[in-house]
Nanobody, 123 residues
């Protein structure tokens, strides 16, 4: 069992930065690939970024490449998403997810999900 709790969301102006955290409890995350997804009202939940067990492999959606950075600290049982140069279209609820297998970008492949944290980017 893995419980995931996201934090760090909030309101920021376009061009600003936020750092999201995903803290795990119940089990350590060291053996899990981790992903970040986001969902805006009326839209599907879509992939944002993913990272392998060791942190050696990372994938990003085209919309966030060069602006967002995913990282993990297995000793702290925490995954991060550093978001820079934020745009209004980044506004969404951001979810972290865990998978006890290799890295994937497919939403349906993840086994555990947090409750999400709201990110709002104003013009």
């Amino acid at each position: 069992q893995v419980q995931l709790v996201e934090s760090g969301g909030g309101l920021v102006q376009a061009g600003g930065s936020l750092r999201l955290s995903c803290a795990a409890s119940g089990r350590p995350l060291s053996n899990y690939a981790m992903g970040w997804f986001r969902q805006a009202p009326g839209k599907e939940r879509v992939f944002v970024a993913a990272i392998s067990w060791s942190g050696g492999s990372k994938y990003y959606s085209d919309s966030v490449k060069g602006r967002f950075t995913i990282s993990r600290d297995n000793a702290k049982n925490t995954v991060y998403l550093q978001m820079n140069s934020l745009k209004p279209e980044d506004t969404a609820v951001y979810y972290c997810a865990a998978r006890a297998s290799i890295l994937t970008i497919r939403r349906e492949d993840y086994d555990y999900w947090g409750q999400g944290t709201q990110v709002t980017v104003s013009s």
